[in-house]
C-alpha cells in the first residue's frame, strides 16, 4: 500500500494547478503572444496524443488535480458536493462521486487499484475514504499506514530531518528530500513493500556559488525519471552569467539502488529562457517555452567524455510539438465547424514526469508522443539514425523502411553506409539470439530453478531478424530491378558477411535470393566461387536448387554432390541423383563406400542399370546383387520380395541361363 | 604464319644447344602456320605473317611451312572436323592448331638427344618417344591464348589495318613472349593451365568481397576486378576463361618481374609522404611509377576479353600492397588519369594493407587449426576442370617465373599418359602403375576431377598403394564428392 501520501509537508499549493502537480520551469507569467521563432513546419517529431483526457476546466469553483502515480486527473467541484470526477490516460471510464464539502482540498488522489480515497485539506491531516465494494463509505483521517479493515493507518518509520520540499517518483517508488539550507544536498529514500530504506544523500552541484544563504535549489529544477531501466535525478541548471557557458543544461544524476549517485551526463541546451522536461520513450525531451520548440537528448548516443560525464547535444534541430486541434465538441449538426488549433507551450501548461502535458486551461491532458518517421529525414547520417531508431520502442516497421529507402533510388545509401546500417541491425540480433540462447540452456539443464530471476529475454521491436529482412526489404528490392545487378549482389553479400561477422546462422532462403539473382544476369562464374569458398552454407535446399540448375549450367550437378556429400546426412539423395544420371556403378561404389551395400533395394539399381542400355553395365550389377545373396542368405537367388523377376528373365534372356551364379554349398 | 621456336629438355649437357649440323642457330625449334585462303592469289610466302627464328632462309620457310599446309590438308580427308593436330618425325614433333577460321599455328618441338660414344666418336640419338603430345599442344593453345588477351583475335587485327597490321603486332608479341616460353620445364600442368586457388576461410573471403564490392563502387568506371593473394587467385570478376590466362600472365610474367626488386629490399613501398597520414603499402604493378611526379606515364596494358561475345578491350591495372594484390579492369575507351591514379591508391591502398595482413594472419590460424603445417606426406597433382582448380605438392618454385616438378621426368611423363588416357573417355577411371625403384603412379578420375598421386614406398603391393590413396583422399578432399 502506498502510504507517502500526507507523510510529507506538501508542496506550495497553487491556486489551479495545486499540490502534486509542479511546473518545470514553464512559468506563468509569459504573454502567450510570442512568435514562433525560426520553427519550420516540417519534421515535427514530438506529438500529443490523439486521445488526451478532457476535464472540466480549472475556475473559482473547479479545481482540478492531478495524481502522478496513478496519471488521473481529479475534477473537483465545490469541494467535492456537487461532484468529483477523475480520468485517466488508460481507464476510459471516469470515476465520479460525490463528497462532502469540508473545506477547501489541497491535494486529492486514489491509492494504487482506486481503492482508497485520499483528501488532504489541511496542513497536517490527511482524510481517507474507502471505495472498497461492500465497505461502508466513511471518512477517516490519520497520518500513517492505512489499514482500511481498521480504518486506522500505521506509523512505518520515522526520519527526521529539515526538509525544504520534496519530490516522489511512483515509478521508481522512491522519495527525494531537498535539505540543507540551499536546498542542494538531495536525500533519496526507497519505498518497497512497506519498507523504506535510505539511499546515500548526494548534492547537486549549483551553476555559481550564492551570494546568500538561502535555498537556492527549486524543485521546479528538478525531475525524476527513469531511462533505460536506471532511475536519473535531472536538474535544469541555469544558465548563469558569471560562468561562461553558452547556455543551460540539463545534468544527469544516476540514482543506483545501491551505491552513491554520480553526474553522468549532461545535455547542452545552447539556450536561455524557460524550460520543461519531459522523458518519452528513454529520450529526454526539453521543452523551450521561448521558442515554442523542444529537442531530444538519447543518453546512449555517442557524446563527448571527459573522464567523467558525457556531454551530449540535441539529437535533432528543434522542432515544435506537432499542431493539433481541438475537437468541437457537441451534436453531429454542429461537428462542420473547423476545429480549433491548440494553443502549443502555452503558459497555462503544466508538464508532469515522465512524459504529461496538462493544459488546465482548456481541460486537457495529454501523453507526449515521438514520431520516428520525420527522424529519418532529419538525420542524415545513417549509422546515427539506425543507433537512435534501435533504442526506440516502435521502430520495427521505420526501420524496415529505412533499409527500403537506401537501397532505392534517389536516396541510394553507399555500400559502406549499408553495411553499417546491417552490422548495427544484426548487432542487436545477436544480443537477442545469445540471451535466448542462454536463457534455454539454463532452462533445458534444469538451472532455473536455483534462479527464480531468470526471465525469458524480451523480444523488442529493435531485434530485426533475417525474415524481417527478406520480407520486407530484400526480397522486395530484388525484384524491383531498378538497381544494377553489381549493388543488388553486393548488398546481398553485405548482408550475409553482416551475420557472418556476428556468427548468426544465415538462413537458406537468402541464399536462395543470391542465386537466384545470380541465375537471372548469369553470372554462373560469381555463383560458382561462391559455392567454392562456402559462402554459401550447404544445406538440401540449396543442394536441390543447384540441381535444377543443372541444364543451364553443367558445374552445378559437381556443386550439388560436394554440398550433399558434405552434409553426409544425403547419402539416399547421393544415390538418387547418381541413378538418375545412370551412373549406377558408382551409386553402387558410394554405397558401398559408406557401408550401406547391404540394405539397398537390388531393383533400383537394377532399374537403373536396364534404363542405362548398357548390357556389361547391367551384367556387373546383376552379378553383385547375385553375390550379396549369396553372402547374406546362401543364395545367389532373389527372393519374391525383391520383385526382380523381370531382370531375372532379362538377364537369362541376354547372357543365358547358365550365365546366372551357381548357388555355393559348404 | 607464326614460328617459333622451343627446345625442350635439352639432355645434349644445356649450354651448347645446337642442333647436330645446325650448330649457327641457337634455337633449334620452329612454329609453322597457314592461312590457306591466301593461296591462290599470292605466293606462299606471303602467308607466313610470322616466323620465328626469322633469319631462317626464306626457302625453307617457305618449304616448312608447304609441308604443314599438306599435312594439314591430307588428314582433313580422312577427319575433315579433325585434322592432325601433331606429327611425329624423327628430330621433330610438330604441332599444329587452328585457334581461328583460316589461322593456323604451327610449333616444332626438336626431340631430346642422347649423345652416344660409339667408336671413341659421339653418335646422337633422338628420343622420339619423350615428347608428350598433348603438353606441348597446349603450350601451342595457350600462346594464342595470350596474343588474343592482349591484342585481341587475328581476325579483328586484320580488319584494323590487313596483314600489315597482324603482322606488327605478331612480330611485337611473339619476338618477346616466345623468349618467355620455358618447354623444357613443360609438363602436365601445362596442360591444365588450371588456376592455383589460395585457401580460405568464409568470413575473410566475405570481407574481402565487401572490399571488391566497395572498390568498385567508389572507382566507379571498374568494370571487372579480380583480387589474389600470394600468387593465388581469390576472386575473378571476369569470365573462367579469361582468368585462366590473364591468371597465367600474372603468375608467370607480371608477378615474377616486380618479386625481385621486392626481394632485393629497393623500391621500399612505405610512402610516409602520403598526405592524411595513411601509410600504406600499396603500389602499381602497372601503370604509374611515381604519384608524384606530374609528367608520370599512366600508361597501362590493354587487354581483350570475352572475345567470342561482347569483344571488350580493357586496361588492365595492377595493384598490390603486400602479398595481395587486385586487378582493377576499366573500359579502354576511358583513359586512367594521374588523377583517378591517385584517387585509386588512396582509396585502395590503405584498405588493402590491412586487408592482406588479415589475410595473412586469418590464413595463419586456419592452417595451424587444420594441421596443414605439417609437410604434405603424398606428391599428387590435383585439377579440376569444372572451375580450373589445379594443386600441386609436386611442384616447386626454383626461379620466380618456372616452376619445376621435383621428381623424375620419368614419372611426369608417366603422369602424362595417364591424362592421355583419360581424356580419351568420359567415363571415371582409376589406373596404377608401377614404376621403377618402389615408385607408384595411381590417376583418378572422377567425374570432372582428376587426381594424381606419386608413392615411393619399398616392397607395396597394388592392395596397399589403393588403401594409401584411400586415405589421402580421405585428408585432403574429404569435401568433395570424389569417387573412391
Same mark, same amino acid.
Given at each position: 500500500?502506498?502510504?507517502?501520501?500526507?507523510?510529507?509537508?506538501?508542496?506550495?499549493?497553487?491556486?489551479?494547478?495545486?499540490?502534486?502537480?509542479?511546473?518545470?520551469?514553464?512559468?506563468?507569467?509569459?504573454?502567450?503572444?510570442?512568435?514562433?521563432?525560426?520553427?519550420?513546419?516540417?519534421?515535427?517529431?514530438?506529438?500529443?496524443?490523439?486521445?488526451?483526457?478532457?476535464?472540466?476546466?480549472?475556475?473559482?469553483?473547479?479545481?482540478?488535480?492531478?495524481?502522478?502515480?496513478?496519471?488521473?486527473?481529479?475534477?473537483?467541484?465545490?469541494?467535492?458536493?456537487?461532484?468529483?470526477?477523475?480520468?485517466?490516460?488508460?481507464?476510459?471510464?471516469?470515476?465520479?462521486?460525490?463528497?462532502?464539502?469540508?473545506?477547501?482540498?489541497?491535494?486529492?488522489?486514489?491509492?494504487?487499484?482506486?481503492?482508497?480515497?485520499?483528501?488532504?485539506?489541511?496542513?497536517?491531516?490527511?482524510?481517507?475514504?474507502?471505495?472498497?465494494?461492500?465497505?461502508?463509505?466513511?471518512?477517516?483521517?490519520?497520518?500513517?499506514?492505512?489499514?482500511?479493515?481498521?480504518?486506522?493507518?500505521?506509523?512505518?518509520?520515522?526520519?527526521?530531518?529539515?526538509?525544504?520540499?520534496?519530490?516522489?517518483?511512483?515509478?521508481?517508488?522512491?522519495?527525494?528530500?531537498?535539505?540543507?539550507?540551499?536546498?542542494?544536498?538531495?536525500?533519496?529514500?526507497?519505498?518497497?513493500?512497506?519498507?523504506?530504506?535510505?539511499?546515500?544523500?548526494?548534492?547537486?552541484?549549483?551553476?555559481?556559488?550564492?551570494?546568500?544563504?538561502?535555498?537556492?535549489?527549486?524543485?521546479?529544477?528538478?525531475?525524476?525519471?527513469?531511462?533505460?531501466?536506471?532511475?536519473?535525478?535531472?536538474?535544469?541548471?541555469?544558465?548563469?552569467?558569471?560562468?561562461?557557458?553558452?547556455?543551460?543544461?540539463?545534468?544527469?544524476?544516476?540514482?543506483?539502488?545501491?551505491?552513491?549517485?554520480?553526474?553522468?551526463?549532461?545535455?547542452?541546451?545552447?539556450?536561455?529562457?524557460?524550460?520543461?522536461?519531459?522523458?518519452?520513450?528513454?529520450?529526454?525531451?526539453?521543452?523551450?517555452?521561448?521558442?515554442?520548440?523542444?529537442?531530444?537528448?538519447?543518453?546512449?548516443?555517442?557524446?563527448?567524455?571527459?573522464?567523467?560525464?558525457?556531454?551530449?547535444?540535441?539529437?535533432?534541430?528543434?522542432?515544435?510539438?506537432?499542431?493539433?486541434?481541438?475537437?468541437?465538441?457537441?451534436?453531429?449538426?454542429?461537428?462542420?465547424?473547423?476545429?480549433?488549433?491548440?494553443?502549443?507551450?502555452?503558459?497555462?501548461?503544466?508538464?508532469?514526469?515522465?512524459?504529461?502535458?496538462?493544459?488546465?486551461?482548456?481541460?486537457?491532458?495529454?501523453?507526449?508522443?515521438?514520431?520516428?518517421?520525420?527522424?529519418?529525414?532529419?538525420?542524415?547520417?545513417?549509422?546515427?539514425?539506425?543507433?537512435?531508431?534501435?533504442?526506440?520502442?516502435?521502430?520495427?516497421?521505420?526501420?524496415?523502411?529505412?533499409?527500403?529507402?537506401?537501397?532505392?533510388?534517389?536516396?541510394?545509401?553507399?555500400?559502406?553506409?549499408?553495411?553499417?546500417?546491417?552490422?548495427?541491425?544484426?548487432?542487436?540480433?545477436?544480443?537477442?539470439?545469445?540471451?535466448?540462447?542462454?536463457?534455454?540452456?539454463?532452462?533445458?539443464?534444469?538451472?532455473?530453478?536455483?534462479?527464480?530471476?531468470?526471465?525469458?529475454?524480451?523480444?523488442?521491436?529493435?531485434?530485426?531478424?533475417?525474415?524481417?529482412?527478406?520480407?520486407?526489404?530484400?526480397?522486395?528490392?530484388?525484384?524491383?530491378?531498378?538497381?544494377?545487378?553489381?549493388?543488388?549482389?553486393?548488398?546481398?553479400?553485405?548482408?550475409?558477411?553482416?551475420?557472418?561477422?556476428?556468427?548468426?546462422?544465415?538462413?537458406?532462403?537468402?541464399?536462395?535470393?543470391?542465386?537466384?539473382?545470380?541465375?537471372?544476369?548469369?553470372?554462373?562464374?560469381?555463383?560458382?566461387?561462391?559455392?567454392?569458398?562456402?559462402?554459401?552454407?550447404?544445406?538440401?535446399?540449396?543442394?536441390?536448387?543447384?540441381?535444377?540448375?543443372?541444364?543451364?549450367?553443367?558445374?552445378?550437378?559437381?556443386?550439388?554432390?560436394?554440398?550433399?556429400?558434405?552434409?553426409?546426412?544425403?547419402?539416399?539423395?547421393?544415390?538418387?541423383?547418381?541413378?538418375?544420371?545412370?551412373?549406377?556403378?558408382?551409386?553402387?561404389?558410394?554405397?558401398?563406400?559408406?557401408?550401406?551395400?547391404?540394405?539397398?533395394?537390388?531393383?533400383?539399381?537394377?532399374?537403373?542399370?536396364?534404363?542405362?542400355?548398357?548390357?556389361?553395365?547391367?551384367?556387373?550389377?546383376?552379378?553383385?546383387?547375385?553375390?550379396?545373396?549369396?553372402?547374406?542368405?546362401?543364395?545367389?537367388?532373389?527372393?519374391?520380395?525383391?520383385?526382380?523377376?523381370?531382370?531375372?528373365?532379362?538377364?537369362?534372356?541376354?547372357?543365358?541361363?547358365?550365365?546366372?551364379?551357381?548357388?555355393?554349398?559348404? | 604464319?607464326?614460328?617459333?621456336?622451343?627446345?625442350?629438355?635439352?639432355?645434349?649437357?644445356?649450354?651448347?644447344?645446337?642442333?647436330?649440323?645446325?650448330?649457327?642457330?641457337?634455337?633449334?625449334?620452329?612454329?609453322?602456320?597457314?592461312?590457306?585462303?591466301?593461296?591462290?592469289?599470292?605466293?606462299?610466302?606471303?602467308?607466313?605473317?610470322?616466323?620465328?627464328?626469322?633469319?631462317?632462309?626464306?626457302?625453307?620457310?617457305?618449304?616448312?611451312?608447304?609441308?604443314?599446309?599438306?599435312?594439314?590438308?591430307?588428314?582433313?580427308?580422312?577427319?575433315?572436323?579433325?585434322?592432325?593436330?601433331?606429327?611425329?618425325?624423327?628430330?621433330?614433333?610438330?604441332?599444329?592448331?587452328?585457334?581461328?577460321?583460316?589461322?593456323?599455328?604451327?610449333?616444332?618441338?626438336?626431340?631430346?638427344?642422347?649423345?652416344?660414344?660409339?667408336?671413341?666418336?659421339?653418335?646422337?640419338?633422338?628420343?622420339?618417344?619423350?615428347?608428350?603430345?598433348?603438353?606441348?599442344?597446349?603450350?601451342?593453345?595457350?600462346?594464342?591464348?595470350?596474343?588474343?588477351?592482349?591484342? #585481341?583475335? %587475328? +581476325?579483328?587485327?586484320?580488319?584494323?589495318?590487313?596483314?600489315?597490321?597482324? @603482322?606488327? !603486332?605478331?612480330? &611485337?608479341? /611473339?619476338?618477346?613472349?616466345?623468349?618467355?616460353?620455358?618447354?623444357?620445364?613443360?609438363?602436365?600442368?601445362?596442360?591444365?593451365?588450371?588456376?592455383?586457388?589460395?585457401?580460405?576461410?568464409?568470413?575473410?573471403?566475405?570481407?574481402?568481397?565487401?572490399?571488391?564490392?566497395?572498390?568498385?563502387?567508389?572507382?566507379?568506371?571498374?568494370?571487372?576486378?579480380?583480387?589474389?593473394?600470394?600468387?593465388?587467385?581469390?576472386?575473378?570478376?571476369?569470365?573462367?576463361?579469361?582468368?585462366?590466362?590473364?591468371?597465367?600472365?600474372?603468375?608467370?610474367?607480371?608477378?615474377?618481374?616486380?618479386?625481385?626488386?621486392?626481394?632485393?629490399?629497393?623500391?621500399?613501398?612505405?610512402?610516409?609522404?602520403?598526405?592524411?597520414?595513411?601509410?600504406?603499402? #600499396?603500389? %602499381? +604493378?602497372?601503370?604509374?611509377?611515381?604519384?608524384?611526379?606530374?609528367?608520370? @606515364?599512366? !600508361?597501362?596494358? &590493354?587487354? /581483350?576479353?570475352?572475345?567470342?561475345?561482347?569483344?571488350?578491350?580493357?586496361?588492365?591495372?595492377?595493384?598490390?600492397?603486400?602479398?595481395?594484390?587486385?586487378?582493377?579492369?576499366?573500359?579502354?575507351?576511358?583513359?586512367?588519369?594521374?588523377?583517378?591514379?591517385?584517387?585509386?591508391?588512396?582509396?585502395?591502398?590503405?584498405?588493402?594493407?590491412?586487408?592482406?595482413?588479415?589475410?595473412?594472419?586469418?590464413?595463419?590460424?586456419?592452417?595451424?587449426?587444420?594441421?596443414?603445417?605439417?609437410?604434405?606426406?603424398?606428391?599428387?597433382?590435383?585439377?579440376?576442370?569444372?572451375?580450373?582448380?589445379?594443386?600441386?605438392?609436386?611442384?616447386?618454385?626454383?626461379?620466380?617465373?618456372?616452376?619445376?616438378?621435383?621428381?623424375?621426368?620419368?614419372?611426369?611423363?608417366? +603422369?602424362?599418359?595417364?591424362?592421355?588416357?583419360?581424356?580419351?573417355?568420359?567415363?571415371?577411371?582409376?589406373?596404377?602403375?608401377?614404376?621403377?625403384?618402389?615408385?607408384?603412379?595411381?590417376?583418378?578420375?572422377?567425374?570432372?576431377?582428376?587426381?594424381?598421386?606419386?608413392?615411393?614406398?619399398?616392397?607395396?603391393?597394388?592392395?596397399?598403394?589403393?588403401?594409401?590413396?584411400?586415405?589421402?583422399?580421405?585428408?585432403?578432399?574429404?569435401?568433395?564428392?570424389?569417387?573412391?
Amino acid at each position: 500500500m502506498a502510504a507517502a501520501a500526507g507523510r510529507q509537508p506538501p508542496g506550495p499549493a497553487e491556486g489551479e494547478a495545486p499540490a502534486a502537480g509542479r511546473e518545470a520551469g514553464a512559468g506563468g507569467e509569459e504573454g502567450e503572444g510570442r512568435a514562433k521563432g525560426g520553427v519550420e513546419a516540417g519534421g515535427c517529431y514530438l506529438a500529443l496524443c490523439a486521445r488526451p483526457v478532457h476535464f472540466e476546466k480549472a475556475n473559482p469553483v473547479n479545481c482540478v488535480f492531478f495524481d502522478e502515480a496513478n496519471k488521473q486527473v481529479f475534477a473537483v467541484r465545490s469541494g467535492g458536493a456537487t461532484g468529483v470526477v477523475v480520468k485517466g490516460l488508460e481507464d476510459r471510464n471516469p470515476i465520479s462521486f460525490r463528497m462532502e464539502d469540508k473545506g477547501e482540498v489541497k491535494c486529492i488522489k486514489f491509492s494504487l487499484g482506486n481503492k482508497i480515497l485520499a483528501v488532504q485539506r489541511t496542513l497536517k491531516s490527511v482524510d481517507f475514504l474507502n471505495f472498497i465494494p461492500d465497505s461502508p463509505q466513511l471518512e477517516y483521517t490519520q497520518e500513517c499506514k492505512v489499514l482500511p479493515e481498521k480504518r486506522t493507518l500505521k506509523l512505518l518509520k520515522n526520519q527526521s530531518i529539515n526538509v525544504n520540499w520534496y519530490m516522489y517518483c511512483p515509478e521508481s517508488s522512491v522519495i527525494l528530500l531537498s535539505t540543507t539550507v540551499l536546498g542542494n544536498v538531495l536525500q533519496p529514500f526507497y519505498f518497497k513493500s512497506g519498507t523504506m530504506s535510505k539511499l546515500s544523500k548526494f548534492e547537486i552541484e549549483l551553476p555559481a556559488a550564492p551570494k546568500s544563504s538561502k535555498l537556492s535549489l527549486s524543485e521546479r529544477d528538478i525531475a525524476m525519471a527513469t531511462i533505460y531501466g536506471q532511475l536519473y535525478v535531472l536538474y535544469l541548471r541555469h544558465h548563469s552569467r558569471t560562468s561562461n557557458s553558452t547556455g543551460a543544461e540539463v545534468v544527469l544524476y544516476h540514482l543506483p539502488r545501491e551505491g552513491s549517485c554520480k553526474k553522468t551526463h549532461i545535455l547542452k541546451l545552447n539556450r536561455t529562457g524557460k524550460f520543461a522536461l519531459n522523458v518519452v520513450d528513454n529520450l529526454v525531451v526539453v521543452h523551450h517555452q521561448d521558442t515554442e520548440t523542444s529537442v531530444i537528448f538519447d543518453i546512449k548516443l555517442k557524446g563527448e567524455f571527459d573522464g567523467s560525464t558525457t556531454i551530449h547535444q540535441f539529437v535533432l534541430p528543434p522542432r515544435s510539438i506537432q499542431p493539433y486541434q481541438i475537437p468541437v465538441a457537441g451534436p453531429p449538426s454542429v461537428t462542420s465547424q473547423a476545429p480549433v488549433p491548440c494553443k502549443l507551450y502555452s503558459s497555462s501548461w503544466i508538464v508532469f514526469q515522465p512524459d504529461i502535458i496538462i493544459s488546465a486551461s482548456e481541460g486537457y491532458l495529454w501523453s507526449l508522443q515521438v514520431k520516428l518517421e520525420p527522424v529519418v529525414n532529419l538525420l542524415v547520417d545513417k549509422g546515427k539514425l539506425m543507433d537512435f531508431l534501435l533504442q526506440r520502442k516502435e521502430c520495427k516497421m521505420v526501420i524496415l523502411s529505412v533499409c527500403s529507402q537506401m537501397l532505392s533510388e534517389p536516396e541510394r545509401g553507399s555500400l559502406s553506409v549499408i553495411a553499417t546500417v546491417f552490422d548495427k541491425l544484426n548487432n542487436e540480433y545477436k544480443k537477442y539470439l545469445e540471451a535466448e540462447q542462454s536463457y534455454t540452456m539454463v532452462v533445458e539443464t534444469g538451472l532455473s530453478r536455483s534462479n527464480p530471476l531468470l526471465k525469458r529475454p524480451v523480444r523488442t521491436q529493435a531485434v530485426i531478424d533475417q525474415s524481417d529482412m527478406y520480407t520486407h526489404v530484400l526480397s522486395v528490392f530484388t525484384e524491383k530491378k531498378e538497381a544494377p545487378h553489381k549493388f543488388t549482389i553486393a548488398v546481398l553479400m553485405e548482408y550475409i558477411r553482416s551475420l557472418n561477422q556476428f556468427q548468426i546462422a544465415v538462413q537458406h532462403y537468402l541464399y536462395e535470393l543470391v542465386i537466384k539473382t545470380l541465375v537471372q544476369h548469369n553470372l554462373f562464374y560469381m555463383l560458382h566461387q561462391f559455392l567454392q569458398y562456402h559462402v554459401l552454407s550447404d544445406s538440401k535446399p540449396l543442394a536441390c536448387l543447384l540441381l535444377s540448375l543443372e541444364s543451364i549450367y553443367p558445374p552445378a550437378h559437381q556443386l550439388s554432390l560436394d554440398m550433399l556429400k558434405r552434409l553426409s546426412t544425403a547419402n539416399d539423395e547421393i544415390v538418387e541423383v547418381l541413378l538418375s544420371k545412370h551412373q549406377v556403378l558408382a551409386a553402387l561404389r558410394f554405397i558401398r563406400g559408406i557401408g550401406g551395400h547391404d540394405s539397398i533395394s537390388a531393383r533400383k539399381f537394377l532399374d537403373a542399370a536396364k534404363q542405362a542400355e548398357d548390357e556389361m553395365l547391367f551384367y556387373t550389377i546383376f552379378r553383385f546383387f547375385e553375390q550379396r545373396n549369396q553372402r547374406l542368405r546362401g543364395n545367389p537367388s532373389f527372393t519374391p520380395g525383391e520383385h526382380c523377376e523381370e531382370h531375372v528373365t532379362f538377364f537369362k534372356q541376354v547372357f543365358g541361363e547358365q550365365a546366372l551364379m551357381k548357388p555355393t554349398t559348404f | 604464319m607464326v614460328s617459333g621456336g622451343c627446345r625442350p629438355q635439352a639432355q645434349d649437357g644445356g649450354g651448347g644447344g645446337g642442333r647436330p649440323g645446325e650448330a649457327a642457330r641457337s634455337d633449334p625449334s620452329q612454329f609453322l602456320h597457314l592461312q590457306p585462303q591466301a593461296r591462290a592469289q599470292r605466293g606462299r610466302e606471303k602467308k607466313i605473317l610470322f616466323y620465328h627464328p626469322n633469319e631462317v632462309e626464306k626457302n625453307e620457310k617457305i618449304r616448312n611451312v608447304g609441308l604443314c599446309e599438306a599435312i594439314v590438308q591430307f588428314t582433313r580427308t580422312f577427319s575433315p572436323t579433325k585434322p592432325a593436330k601433331s606429327l611425329h618425325t624423327q628430330k621433330n614433333r610438330q604441332f599444329f592448331h587452328e585457334p581461328e577460321e583460316n589461322f593456323w599455328m604451327v610449333m616444332v618441338v626438336r626431340n631430346p638427344i642422347i649423345e652416344k660414344h660409339k667408336d671413341g666418336k659421339p653418335v646422337y640419338e633422338y628420343q622420339e618417344e619423350e615428347l608428350l603430345d598433348k603438353v606441348y599442344s597446349s603450350v601451342l593453345q595457350q600462346c594464342y591464348s595470350m596474343y588474343k588477351l592482349f591484342n #585481341g583475335t %587475328f +581476325l579483328r587485327a586484320m580488319e584494323d589495318g590487313g596483314v600489315k597490321v597482324l @603482322k606488327e !603486332r605478331l612480330e &611485337k608479341f /611473339f619476338h618477346r613472349y616466345l623468349q618467355t616460353l620455358h618447354l623444357q620445364s613443360c609438363d602436365l600442368l601445362d596442360v591444365f593451365c588450371g588456376i592455383s586457388f589460395f585457401p580460405l576461410d568464409k568470413m575473410t573471403y566475405l570481407k574481402i568481397q565487401s572490399f571488391i564490392n566497395r572498390m568498385e563502387e567508389s572507382l566507379n568506371i571498374v568494370k571487372y576486378t579480380a583480387f589474389l593473394y600470394n600468387d593465388q587467385l581469390i576472386w575473378s570478376g571476369l569470365e573462367q576463361d579469361d582468368m585462366r590466362i590473364l591468371y597465367k600472365y600474372l603468375t608467370t610474367s607480371l608477378f615474377p618481374r616486380h618479386m625481385e626488386p621486392e626481394l632485393a629490399g629497393r623500391d621500399s613501398p612505405i610512402r610516409a609522404e602520403m598526405p592524411g597520414n595513411l601509410q600504406h603499402y #600499396g603500389r %602499381f +604493378l602497372t601503370g604509374p611509377l611515381n604519384l608524384n611526379d606530374p609528367d608520370t @606515364k599512366c !600508361r597501362f596494358p &590493354k587487354i /581483350f576479353v570475352n572475345t567470342d561475345d561482347t569483344y571488350e578491350e580493357l586496361h588492365l591495372i595492377v595493384y598490390k600492397a603486400m602479398s595481395a594484390a587486385v586487378c582493377f579492369m576499366i573500359d579502354a575507351s576511358i583513359p586512367p588519369t594521374l588523377e583517378f591514379c591517385r584517387k585509386l591508391d588512396s582509396i585502395v591502398g590503405p584498405q588493402l594493407t590491412v586487408l592482406a595482413s588479415d589475410i595473412c594472419e586469418q590464413y595463419n590460424i586456419n592452417k595451424r587449426i587444420s594441421g596443414a603445417e605439417k609437410e604434405p606426406q603424398f606428391k599428387f597433382i590435383y585439377f579440376n576442370h569444372m572451375n580450373l582448380a589445379e594443386k600441386s605438392t609436386i611442384h616447386m618454385r626454383k626461379t620466380p617465373s618456372v616452376s619445376l616438378a621435383s621428381v623424375h621426368p620419368d614419372l611426369m611423363k608417366i +603422369l602424362g599418359d595417364i591424362n592421355s588416357d583419360f581424356s580419351r573417355v568420359d567415363e571415371d577411371e582409376e589406373i596404377i602403375v608401377k614404376a621403377m625403384s618402389d615408385y607408384w603412379v595411381v590417376g583418378k578420375k572422377s567425374d570432372q576431377r582428376e587426381l594424381y598421386v606419386i608413392l615411393n614406398q619399398k616392397n607395396v603391393n597394388l592392395i596397399e598403394v589403393n588403401e594409401e590413396v584411400k586415405k589421402l583422399c580421405a585428408t585432403q578432399f574429404n569435401n568433395i564428392f570424389f569417387l573412391d
